[in-house]
């Protein structure tokens, strides 16, 4: 054992990042690989489970392979000759890792597909990852009340949008939506004048957030006027908010003063002795206020995402809603799990939770994500 700790420390050394721990470690070796990088999503959630295990006394190696799939693959070679207890994986691609567990991972060595399954693989021993579905389904419930599209109204136009169709939290987040949404669709209540209803339309790769606003873009141009858009992402989301603001269109948000509604409380009242008179040029009792500006007519915008960026533009009024996958949270549901299977215990997972990878139902633990669609729920969780 401490011969292959000793392999993990040589092999951080040469890219990955291995936590200095006190007391040194002399627990098992565990293997992270991530794409993304230490400075971003992954690189919180990473910290998290390397932090959780290390505190445990375990050898814990991270390496990041931002979207380079050839580079995962290298990183997965080297941890699998260093025989780790556990090899905690999120794959660049879903597909192109099985080839390499199949023929290289050791006996008892557990993995475990962190937030997107690998696939066409004998040798993922459990998943973990968040419930996109339910995200899906508290997007889509976020535009149905802020609409209040179960109350009588003339049809609205939405415009819907999905992740990588490749990704399965992708699909899943947009049949959750699309749950929500298809008895309104049905009805007449909301249309989608660009025809964008399935997946296979909707779907951009890599959620790009250039083709997002230009899609949106788009459909003004073409006269719609939008009473909503859904996205799947903060940065589609943050995108299309720029598209809308060009077009002189505002985000429907919770903020505390509308545009030309009442002063705020605690703004003083303005002093009649000090106000100009009409056309005299000079104060007078009798001044009248100027008309205010109309407010913009506002769409309803959704995102969704694993940093903090949703829950500042909520507070910011930047966006109606946004679903927080905590990444901190998954890492420690991970981190339990793999203290289990080193313990060659039966790892704790979502009751009747499966996840068919292709080759095997792998058993699967869900974590919940969080709606955050008022001031109070970004408050609450920006702290």
């Not at 936590?19 to 999503?41: I, K, N, Q, Y």
């Not at 899609?215 to 006269?223: M, S, T, Y």
């Amino acid at each position: 054992m401490r011969r292959v700790a000793a392999v993990v420390v040589a092999l951080s050394l040469g890219g990955g990042v291995l936590a200095a721990c006190t007391p040194a470690p002399s627990g098992p070796p565990v293997a992270v690989l991530f794409p993304g990088a230490a400075d971003d999503a992954w690189g919180s959630g990473a910290e998290v489970l390397r932090s959780e295990l290390a505190r445990d006394g375990y050898a814990v190696e991270v390496r990041f392979a931002g979207d380079d799939i050839p580079l995962q693959l290298d990183q997965l070679h080297a941890v699998l000759e260093a025989q780790p207890a556990a090899v905690v994986i999120a794959p660049v691609d879903a597909t192109a890792v099985a080839a390499v567990l199949d023929d290289e991972a050791p006996d008892g060595v557990a993995v475990i597909a962190y937030d997107e399954l690998v696939v066409n693989s004998a040798e993922v021993d459990y998943f973990a990852t968040f419930d996109h579905r339910a995200a899906g389904r508290m997007r889509a419930e976020a535009l149905v009340q802020r609409l209040t599209l179960d109350a009588p109204g003339p049809a609205l136009a939405l415009e819907l949008m999905a992740g990588s169709g490749d990704e399965r939290g992708a699909r899943e987040a947009f049949a959750g939506s699309l749950e929500v949404l298809q008895p309104y669709l049905d009805a007449g209540r909301v249309t989608v004048p660009s025809g964008r209803v399935t997946l296979e339309r909707a779907a951009i790769t890599r959620g790009d957030p250039a083709v997002a606003a230009d899609r949106v873009a788009a459909v003004l141009a073409d006269g719609t006027v939008l009473a909503g858009v859904l996205c799947p992402s903060d940065e589609m989301a943050a995108a299309v908010a720029g598209v809308l603001a060009d077009a002189g269109l505002a985000v429907a948000a919770d903020v505390p003063a509308p545009v030309g509604g009442a002063a705020p409380s605690g703004t003083p009242s303005p002093d009649p002795s000090t106000s100009a008179a009409p056309g005299s040029g000079t104060p007078g009792p009798e001044a009248v206020p100027s008309a205010p500006e109309p407010p913009a007519a506002s769409v309803v915008l959704t995102g969704g995402g694993q940093s903090l960026a949703g829950a500042r533009a909520v507070q910011a009024g930047e966006l109606t809603a946004t679903v927080f996958e905590d990444p901190r949270e998954l890492a420690r549901v991970v981190a339990s799990m793999v203290r289990e299977v080193v313990r060659h215990e039966v790892p704790t997972v979502t009751a009747g939770a499966t996840v068919d990878n292709g080759l095997r139902e792998v058993p699967t633990r869900m974590v919940q994500p969080r709606r955050v669609d008022s001031l109070a729920a970004a408050a609450e969780l920006l702290g």
